[in-house]
């Protein structure tokens, strides 16, 4: 510790008693809270200035004649409501030619212009031939991102506005009449045809409510029929799925069928070369000059013949038979067939000849004909491979494609109507569903129509029941009331009672965190590049990394410390930024400064030039992404991600918690997470700096070599 505070102590001296140094290091200390004022002051209060924002408005409205037979122009209301109000710079012109233009040369950040049937469309809303009332919006988003949010909602509560005037015309002039139709129930003959109104309004409510529980009924059986259409729906789609399985096992069996009739193919191939091969012996043998040593020889190749013969039938019998099951009768198969069981015969015939396996002198006689009888039954064989190789083969071959392609597009025909019945399962669902929604509104309503039919009722009792002078009475309560009463009620029916928690007096106290404590960081950033981080090594000769490190930093952290106190003093006490605990809000940003600056001097000691850009890339990403301007929900999913690993969020919530109101031990909280990035600063300085301390000294040199860095 002692060499600790010789090294401090060195730096304290030779900062104090060094006139230039000294005015360079204050100005360092005042030169970030001149960054976190300027930009405070500028966010202070934006929209209190928002009467600077021009929007163009053209009135076109040609007015019309209202129920009184007086004129009415909404348009021109509309602008003299705007004039009296200055929270936007309101430039009112003749025309929509003007107004756009204006716009587009960038005069005027918006415009509006008032349709010319604009008031026809408010006096006639209650007309058969319903006109809306338009007001077009034309705005030039290139001027400025945050003007054209200014303008949308100017425009947006102008819009609502004209839409409480409208609900309240309507129901004004509906009470009105409601009160002049009171005025006119003056003689008897008017009350007794306003009873009977009221028993045909009664007629008519009863009526409906008939209707309505007729539809009911009817909505009842339709979602019967929808339910029932559902089930059946379900067991079709298991049916469907059956027979998707099906067909899946049928191409499986038919794979399996083409690999099986590959191998009898070469089966059958075999046998008939084999038998051409043991014609040929034979017809040698009996050519043969010893024939009467090949006697023996020949009877077992007749033997081997007839035997292959009859494995050929059997086999060619057992293709037929398949072929039959799945297509039916194969016309040169058959012919096939029958042509081997004659070859059967004619082997037969041959293993019948005269002596063949007795006398060789009575076989000789009959050689010749032999011959010819091997001669026709090579020549059938040869017709048979042939007829197998480029008629039977190709046959069978092609009807387990077209087989397969049968299965294959069976199964699409079946997936297809698979999501068609989903589909329709859908619509059916979305029919119970419209149902189900139209029979509560059907309900509700029916309950209205009951309870005003109710009322209708009573009404009607106490005026048949009533004297003359009564039945006046009750009409006139009846009728009653006040339009204008009523129609600010029904613009505004619902009344929203607003409770703020944690309310920020200004704009510029609610971004005052976050420029408070990115000042900080940036106060930091400028003192590593400005001052040596690095000890003089030939004034402590015997000192240790650690002491180094400790020793320069001690003197970073002062003057860290007092830019920090420096910045939040002038946010406090010379722009009065709101702060519901002042003393909390120092120790924040004391603890801010501590973690920032061993962060800062840690990545710059251990890695020189690189680390003050680390420091540098750091903050430019905690400035787009730390939530101190805007949500960090509404930011890109990149920054939502990698923001818990930074430090400005914890410092600038602490700070909040300062401002606005301290919420349980959330400040504790934020300060204990954010001493771990200074934890982290620690171990980078004093664990993974050195290792890298050679290297460090090497791009040194080399950038001094370069007589530029």
Request: hydrophobic content about 40%; some cysteine.
């Amino acid at each position: 510790m002692a060499t600790i505070r010789k090294i401090f102590k060195s730096d304290l001296y030779g900062l104090s008693h060094n006139f230039f140094a000294l005015v360079i290091a204050v100005g360092l200390c005042i030169l970030p809270a001149l960054y976190a004022w300027f930009n405070i002051y500028a966010n202070w209060d934006p929209y209190a200035n928002t009467g600077n924002i021009r929007i163009a408005v053209a009135n076109l409205d040609e007015g019309c004649t209202d129920l009184d037979g007086e004129n009415a122009n909404m348009g021109q209301e509309i602008v003299e409501q705007l004039k009296q109000k200055d929270n936007i710079g309101w430039v009112f012109v003749d025309s929509k030619k003007d107004a756009v233009d204006r716009v587009k040369s960038g005069d005027c950040y918006a415009a509006v212009v008032i349709d010319p049937e604009f008031s026809y469309g408010l006096y006639n809303a209650l007309m058969d031939n319903i006109s809306q009332p338009k007001i077009t919006y034309y705005e030039n988003e290139k001027k400025n991102a945050v003007a054209t949010k200014i303008t949308d909602t100017a425009v947006s509560t102008l819009q609502s506005t004209i839409n409480q005037s409208f609900v309240k015309v309507v129901t004004e002039k509906i009470f009105t009449r409601t009160n002049d139709l009171q005025a006119s129930l003056k003689d008897e003959n008017a009350v007794d045809a306003f009873i009977e109104k009221l028993e045909t309004v009664q007629g008519y409510l009863q009526d409906y409510d008939k209707m309505i529980t007729s539809f009911l009924a009817g909505n009842e059986l339709v979602t019967k029929s929808a339910d029932d259409t559902n089930k059946n729906l379900a067991a079709g789609q298991e049916m469907i799925q059956s027979g998707i399985d099906s067909m899946e096992d049928g191409k499986q069996n038919l794979k399996t069928s083409k690999t099986s009739f590959a191998a009898f193919s070469k089966k059958v191939t075999q046998s008939l070369n084999k038998i051409q091969q043991t014609i040929n012996t034979i017809d040698t043998h009996i050519s043969a000059a010893n024939l009467d040593k090949q006697i023996n020889t020949l009877a077992k190749d007749v033997t081997i013949i007839q035997e292959d013969t009859k494995d050929l039938s059997v086999q060619l019998q057992s293709l037929s038979d398949y072929l039959k099951t799945v297509q039916g009768d194969s016309k040169s198969l058959e012919n096939t067939i029958d042509t081997v069981n004659k070859l059967q015969t004619m082997a037969d015939n041959i293993a019948d000849i005269p002596g063949v396996d007795e006398n060789a002198s009575d076989a000789k006689k009959t050689i010749s004909a032999t011959q010819r009888t091997l001669k026709n039954y090579s020549d059938t064989i040869e017709n048979i491979n042939t007829l197998f190789a480029q008629q039977i083969s190709p046959q069978v071959q092609g009807m387990l494609d077209d087989m397969a392609d049968v299965l294959e597009s069976t199964e699409g025909l079946l997936q297809n109507l698979s999501g068609t019945l989903d589909g329709m399962k859908d619509i059916f669902d979305g029919v119970d569903t419209t149902l189900g929604t139209l029979n509560t509104s059907l309900t509700q309503l029916q309950e209205v129509l009951e309870q005003t039919s109710g009322k209708i009722g009573k009404t009607l009792d106490k005026l048949k029941n009533a004297s003359d002078s009564e039945q006046m009475d009750i009409i006139m309560n009846l009728l009653a009331g006040d339009p204008d009463t009523y129609g600010d009620f029904f613009s505004q029916p619902v009344k929203v009672n607003e409770h703020y928690m944690y309310e920020i007096a200004n704009y510029g106290s609610g971004v005052a965190p976050f420029y408070t404590v990115l000042a900080i960081w940036v106060g930091m950033t400028i003192l590593v590049s400005l001052l040596k981080v690095h000890v003089d090594k030939k004034d402590f000769p015997k000192a240790k990394p650690y002491q180094y490190f400790f020793g320069r930093y001690l003197l970073f952290l002062l003057l860290s410390e007092i830019q920090a106190m420096i910045i939040v003093a002038g946010d406090l006490y010379i722009f009065g930024v709101q702060c519901k605990h002042p003393g909390a809000m120092f120790l924040t940003a004391a603890v801010t400064s501590f973690t920032f600056s061993i962060l800062i001097y840690a990545l710059t000691i251990s890695f020189g030039d690189i680390g003050k850009a680390l420091a540098v890339v750091i903050m430019v990403l905690q400035i787009a992404g730390s939530g101190g301007t805007y949500p960090i929900e509404a930011l890109p999913r990149f920054f939502r991600s990698v923001y818990i690993f930074f430090p400005f969020p914890y410092a600038i919530n602490g700070m909040r918690e300062c401002i606005g109101g301290m919420y349980h031990q959330d400040l504790t909280i934020d300060l204990l997470k954010l001493l771990i990035f200074a934890a982290a600063g620690l171990f980078i300085g004093l664990v993974v700096r050195i290792p890298f301390i050679g290297l460090n000294h090497f791009i040194e040199k080399r950038m001094e070599d370069t007589k530029m860095l």
